[in-house]
């Protein structure tokens, strides 16, 4: 499978205003909204768009900003969802194609979703409520 090589990931001017404004309402940097996005971006169903068609760059981030320390880990979500879904990536520019459509797709979703800080836990997974030693319900939200 290719690689990804890209080293600076565009954003839309519109997701870029929609990043601007998460980060209004919730304090987020955009770098995790985008690492939150990209995450619901990957359980929706099919390819994402070209997030560009008739809207101009809006910003760029680096790649290690946007992904840190977890770079390999969102690489292998992404070489994984290619998998999943029949993706065929013939050349690094696919890789970098589709990282990038995600990437936009996730801060559009996370943008519908999130308002203010609190909404950020409806789109966690819910665990199932299970019982402590002294017989009340508990719920594991890390």
């Known amino acids: 499978m290719p690689n990804v090589t890209i080293q600076r990931i565009p954003f839309s001017a519109s997701v870029d205003n929609k990043l601007r404004q998460l ?4 304090g987020i940097t955009p770098n995790i909204l985008c690492r939150l996005g ?3 971006s990957l359980e929706e169903r099919g390819v994402p768009t070209d997030p560009f068609h008739g809207d101009a760059v809006g910003r760029e981030i ?6 840190g320390e977890y770079d390999t880990v969102f690489i292998s979500l ?5 998998t ?8 690094d ?3 970098n194609e589709v990282l990038v459509a995600h990437m936009n797709r996730g801060a559009e ?4 979703r999130v308002r203010t800080l609190v909404d950020l836990q409806n789109i966690l997974p819910r665990e199932p409520a299970t019982k402590s030693d002294d017989g009340a319900k508990e ?4």
Do not use: I, P, V
Not at 23 to 26: A, N
Not at 78 to 82: D, I, N
Not at 84 to 91: D, L, S, T, V
């Open 62 to 67: 680096n790649r290690y900003t946007l992904l």
């Open 84 to 91: 999943m879904n029949g993706y065929q990536a013939n050349e």
């Open 93 to 95: 520019k696919d890789l």
């Open 78 to 82: 992404l070489k994984t969802w290619a």
């Open 109 to 112: 979703l996370l943008s519908a």
């Open 38 to 40: 990209f995450c619901l």
């Open 23 to 26: 980060k209004g309402r919730t």
């Open 139 to 142: 719920t594991d939200l890390s």
